[in-house]
């Protein structure tokens, strides 16, 4: 979820609490802090807190960060104990830093939208949006604090990420480099709220009882609406039942407007549309500098489709992507050498720091050092090793299709069986858990988990190759393209990715929690798609009973090297819960339903000579 990263770089909903130390007073001891209400355009405050380097003897670009997620602690007299954005780095090389409460957020004046919509005409000074705040704010800073160098720098991760990214079109001219982490970006096909439609149940429900509490005035901090002290997510959400619960006098009880705006547009409809900033990326003027992790629970689809956005609609930008073995964020911590029972063999998140970002900024924003990163610099998940293309996705690589056989085969040729098909009776009462234990919260380990525990259920579909006679390395975008039917007129899919190693693969040291690695189903990727909108996610459309049906279920990219002697597997369920709301398996506004709604289903899964089910891969050459 859009979870906030402030000075004390702290991600709630992943479950970690990323603490950066800095010396007490080292901001106070090198910045002279200033906190000022800037007007927009249409006379809204937004409130704006600046570190301006107390050394005279030279000008400092701007570096700016807008945020839903409080530009605290307020007060000239009341300093962080380290930097409120960025990392300490940035900070000892000193810039003018900006971090700015948007508006009808903490103590901004005006009201909240969530991913405000862009304004393609402004007619009028009413006509504002997250583009025109911050010109507005950058003109302020201009004339208005002293020695700058007439250059401003836009960061930000996750919802920050997003106003960055909106900080694009009609960007002012002083804006010179700009770096979208995290962005958060069209929450309908691949973002927080909804993957291709599907409902994200567990991180909404948590994020928004407290995101969702905004006071009709400014204020420094909010209450929440309520307290989820559940010890396991997936009892606690199998008895609250349908979303709809969700609204009782404990929980929501309607006073979550963000909350019921979710579950009322459950279409791609104008209200999803108008907050995908993607199509106002065009005509981009200031360098800009995309960056994401491949365990991004929340924001994946963001980075990668941000990227791909400008690369399309303004390929003369200069515009480069990283993407490195990160969780949400990952990339601000001081340290990220492994994740779970995988070892990088280096520091991550400090090469990132100290060669991609820093350098980046100084080149656009101080005329200092050079700036010559690839247009993308990936790192394999398989191998643990960085690469870098000329191209994302890279040029050399070789579209190809993994065939689905039958008695579990996954093969690379297709299949001439006349008929076959594999089946799973899907149970709303009984759902797949998305992670294999007891979590309070989402494990966020859950995107590199060991899958047996998902193959050992008879409504889990596996499909596996061979040992693979040489190393094979997957880079792109996938598809899964199947034919399915069921008994009912709706179905979720979710399609898994996944590396299983040998039998003989040894155990990492330490060993975390007695991990057996032999025959480790390691997960690479996994998306979701709800049935009804296989064809349209404006217009879903009901299955017809038993009858075989074309589905397709776009993942996100990956780059991730399967060795020889490893296993290509690819799992098909319906539920993976609470990750993703229950499927009644009825054509419905899923929102509205009851208990009685849910129903079982049998799902057939079609691999014959007429009904080619596969999977797109692309291998790189």
Not at 199 to 209: A, E, K, T, V
Request: aromatic share 14%; with cysteine.
């Amino acid at each position: 979820m859009k979870s906030f990263l402030r000075y004390s770089l702290l991600l709630v909903l992943g479950c970690q609490i990323l603490t950066v130390s800095f010396a007490q007073n080292t901001i106070k001891d090198h910045y002279i802090k200033w906190d000022r209400q800037i007007t927009m355009r249409d006379g809204m405050k937004l409130y704006t807190v600046i570190y301006m380097p107390k050394d005279s003897t030279q000008t400092y670009p701007i570096l700016m960060e807008r945020t839903p997620y409080s530009a605290g602690p307020y007060g000239e007299s009341s300093y962080p104990s380290g930097p409120v954005f960025g990392n300490k780095q940035m900070w000892d090389e000193k810039f003018i830093f900006v971090v700015q409460d948007v508006r009808g957020r903490y103590m901004s004046e005006g009201r909240f939208e969530e991913m405000t919509p862009h304004k393609f005409t402004k007619k009028t000074p009413k006509d504002t949006d997250e583009s025109s705040d911050t010109n507005d704010t950058v003109e302020w800073l201009l004339k208005n604090i002293p020695r700058h160098n007439g250059r401003v720098g836009i960061t930000g991760i996750s919802y920050p990420g997003f106003y960055a990214s909106a900080s694009l079109p009609d960007a002012h001219p002083a804006i010179k480099a700009v770096s979208p982490q995290a962005p958060v970006t069209d929450e309908f096909i691949g973002d927080d709220a909804r993957h291709n439609g599907a409902f994200f149940l567990l991180d909404n429900f948590n994020f928004m009882s407290y995101f969702d509490a905004q006071p009709d005035k400014p204020v420094p901090s909010y209450a929440g609406l309520f307290s989820n002290r559940a010890k396991d997510a997936y009892e606690f959400f199998l008895k609250l039942g349908p979303v709809k619960n969700a609204n009782a006098a404990q929980y929501f009880n309607n006073r979550g407007r963000i909350w019921n705006e979710y579950l009322e547009h459950d279409t791609y409809d104008d209200y999803w549309k108008s907050r995908n900033i993607r199509p106002a990326l065009t005509n981009v003027k200031p360098a800009t500098l995309v960056v994401g992790g491949w365990f991004d629970a929340e924001d994946l689809f963001g980075a990668l489709r941000t990227y791909e956005a400008i690369e399309k609609q303004t390929p003369a930008n200069k515009n480069q992507l990283v993407m490195g073995p990160w969780t949400h964020g990952a990339w601000a911590r001081g340290e990220w050498t492994e994740f779970g029972p995988h070892n990088f063999g280096s520091n991550t998140s400090k090469y990132f720091q100290e060669e991609l970002e820093m350098k980046f900024f100084n080149h656009y924003l101080k005329d200092k050092g050079t700036w010559n990163a690839a247009e993308a610099t990936m790192f394999d998940t398989g191998t643990h090793q960085w690469k870098t293309f000329e191209t994302w996705p890279p040029k050399s690589r070789e579209a190809k299709e993994l065939h689905f056989q039958a008695n579990g085969k996954l093969s690379w040729n297709a299949t001439t069986d006349k008929q076959g098909f594999s089946e799973y009776v899907s149970d709303p009462a009984k759902p797949v858990p998305y992670t294999d234990g007891v979590f309070a919260r989402r494990n966020n380990q859950y995107m590199i988990e060991d899958q047996r525990f998902a193959a050992r259920r008879p409504d889990v579909l596996t499909y596996e190759t061979d040992a693979l006679a040489e190393d094979v390395t997957l880079s792109g975008p996938l598809t899964a393209h199947f034919f399915a039917s069921t008994t009912g007129t709706d179905a979720d899919f979710i399609v898994k990715l996944i590396d299983v190693l040998p039998d003989d693969s040894p155990n990492p040291s330490p060993n975390p929690k007695n991990l057996t690695m032999a025959g480790y189903q390691r997960l690479v990727r996994a998306e979701v798609l709800r049935g009804k909108f296989r064809d349209s996610f404006e217009k879903p459309a009901p299955f017809v009973p038993n009858q075989p049906t074309d589905v397709k279920v776009r993942m996100p990219d990956v780059l991730h090297t399967f060795k020889k002697g490893h296993k290509i597997m690819v799992q098909i369920q319906s539920t993976w819960f609470p990750l993703v709301d229950r499927n009644p398996q009825k054509f419905m506004k899923i929102a509205e339903a009851t208990e009685a709604d849910f129903q079982k289903a049998t799902i057939k899964i079609y691999h014959n000579a007429q009904q080619d089910s596969h999977l797109h891969v692309s291998v790189l050459k």
